[in-house]
């Protein structure tokens, strides 16, 4: 192996050159797997990028193989055969015969013998899988194996550099957006401030409700953004909220599907599209643009609903008085069940009794009853039609 050592050395500075340099990654993973090839006299070498949260492959970086069965496996078929709680290094010394490949066509299962893989974390959910296939039946040698994990390991590293810079120049974007929505709002006096407050009670209440991390920070951006969509309308239309005509109000309904159209081409905020989306939709199926009922409404919309309505009625707007803490509970509890989700509106009250400083309100002796008598209300199910234009 002194040979190789020597030809492995050479690519290993190579590749964390092209590294540090700042290379395109596939180029770097292409050099990789083609010189693992090249060392271990392999049939082929493929380098896949799993995301493992969404169940997917991202992308693949192959060389050596004629057919193309071997490099199109999908998720479900790669896991199987590699899989990572079960280790970081898979052995199939037999393929013809091992049962973790189940169909003899699905990774050229009948031109391949042994298969030698390893997997490597990246960066959040992301995971690389690098697999060596050989002619023949072959058990690597632990100089051989530290080779693959080298090689493996540089190449995890130059996606997680990557993957890192990408992160960073999201969240410059998704300020830069956050930004220009906020920017819409103070060209109201009344509405300054509107989607900031309401992205917090959302991410207090998505908290209560024992989200996971992530949503609960898809769901706190959904609130940055939810009104995006008001952009293009005229001033005098968005001023006058509470008494409009009917036609006007059937404009203002295209402000979620107009902020849907807006985010869409970014593509990492497309995890909010649907909660920007259907932000007005209603539990009893009265909302719009589509008319969803009850859990056809993404969750962080049904949250975005109330938070809205709420924030909106502490208030107020130029044609619609801000209310008292207790009057906006009342609405809340009559309207849960044909507006809102019960079970929002239930971790609404609890989060405002937890957490009052969020809300920017004071809770006192009256309203902690209030909120107390009307959240055990919220049990007896609904108990009117009240439907607000909010």
């Not at 052995?91 to 031109?111: F, V």
Request: proline content about 3%; aromatic content about 8%; glycine content about 8%.
């Amino acid at each position: 192996m002194q040979g190789d050592y020597k030809e492995f050395f050479r690519v290993f500075t190579q590749v964390s050159k092209a590294i540090h340099t700042g290379e395109n990654t596939t180029e770097i993973l292409g050099h990789i797997v083609r010189n693992i090839k090249e060392i271990l006299g392999a049939k082929g070498c493929i380098y896949w990028i799993i995301d493992r949260k969404r169940r997917k492959i991202e992308t693949m970086v192959s060389s050596g193989f004629p057919y193309r069965n071997l490099s199109n496996v999908n998720y479900d078929e790669l896991i199987t055969i590699f899989n990572p709680d079960t280790g970081y290094l898979t052995s199939i010394e037999d393929a013809a015969n091992d049962r973790r490949i189940p169909e003899l066509d699905s990774i050229g299962k009948k031109s391949v013998g042994s298969i030698t893989g390893m997997y490597f974390d990246i960066i959040g959910s992301y995971g690389g899988i690098l697999a060596v296939y050989f002619y023949k039946q072959k058990k690597l040698s632990g100089s051989e194996l530290e080779i693959i994990t080298a090689l493996g390991e540089q190449g995890a590293i130059a996606l997680h550099k990557a993957f890192s810079y990408d992160d960073k120049m999201l969240q410059n974007l998704g300020q830069m957006v956050e930004g220009f929505a906020l920017a819409l709002e103070a060209k109201d006096e009344s509405t300054h401030g509107h989607s900031v407050r309401v992205a917090k009670f959302a991410r207090e209440v998505a908290i209560e409700l024992d989200l996971a991390a992530a949503e609960v920070e898809t769901i706190y951006h959904g609130g940055l953004l939810h009104d995006i969509g008001k952009i293009g309308m005229h001033d005098d239309i968005l001023e006058r909220l509470g008494i409009l005509s009917r036609k006007e109000m059937d404009i203002v309904k295209q402000h979620p599907v107009i902020g849907a159209r807006i985010i869409k081409p970014l593509i990492f905020l497309n995890e909010i599209i649907p909660l920007v989306l259907h932000h007005h939709e209603r539990f009893d199926g009265s909302g719009y643009p589509d008319g969803l009922r009850r859990e056809a409404i993404p969750q962080g919309a049904r949250i975005l609903t109330a938070c809205d309505a709420f924030e909106t009625m502490l208030a107020g707007r130029k044609h619609f008085a801000r209310m008292k803490l207790e009057d906006a509970v009342v609405n809340l509890q009559q309207a849960a069940g044909h507006q809102f989700d019960p079970a929002v509106v239930e971790a609404l009250f609890v989060t405002l009794m937890k957490k009052p400083e969020i809300f920017e309100t004071e809770v006192n002796g009256s309203a902690l009853n209030c909120l107390t008598n009307y959240k055990e209300k919220l049990n007896n199910g609904p108990t009117s039609t009240l439907q607000m234009f909010i």
